[in-house]
């Protein structure tokens, strides 16, 4: 038996969708369980339900029927204020594009988390900083992210998730729109997240990619129909 803590369980999750009179199942009776300090990459054909399983795992989207647990308490009918506090405090988000604001300095995008929480202002750049250097992007504070590659854009995005100390980093394309060099780079940086104790879930349609990642699970039609877990 599996002695590790559990982070997330998901049972015979569904998510529909309705788009005029037709019924789309994005998630169609999903089971997963998700163990600390993993390292999951999700694969799947497009429209196989990839972003809506990384949305319901980050408390962006709800479950249209289903159970869910996370780290051992049941949030299946949890309320909008409780996502929100989950999504805010536990989980980082990783986008393949960046989402970074381009007025803001790479500090300023980096602090962006903490806007929702209680801390103080010499606090939360100590923790912008902190999460910076942890991406070897702290001599680039005050640039502007339209002044980075894209490589280092995403490197700070990652910084950006780090901020609140989440549990569990999620993941869409990250390396989706980067060159081999920055993509092994990313890669490497995601693989020292684990070594600290992150637990990780990212989609990727790269083979090589998905080969940095612990444990693979491939998506078709809302479900998961391959998981190599140990
Ligand atoms: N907001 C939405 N409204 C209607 N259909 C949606 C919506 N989001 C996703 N879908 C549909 O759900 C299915 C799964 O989508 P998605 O999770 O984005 O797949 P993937 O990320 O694997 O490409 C697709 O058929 C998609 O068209
Ligand atoms: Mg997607």
Redesign the pocket.
Known sequence: MDSREQVFKLRSIRRT?Q?GSEL?H?LDGLDLEIYDREFIAVT??????????MHTLGFMDSPSSGEMFFEGKDVSRINRSARARLRATRIGFVFQSFNLLPKLSVLENVLLPLVYGRTRMENKKELGMAALERVGMEHRSTHRPSQLSGGERQRVAIARALTNRPRLILA?EPTGNLDSKNRSRIMDLFGSLLEEGITLAL?THDDEVAQYAKRRIR?QD?KIVEDDAP
């Open positions: 969708y788009v789309v994005a799947g054909t497009s429209g196989s339900g990839k972003s809506t399983l869409d989609v998506m809302g």
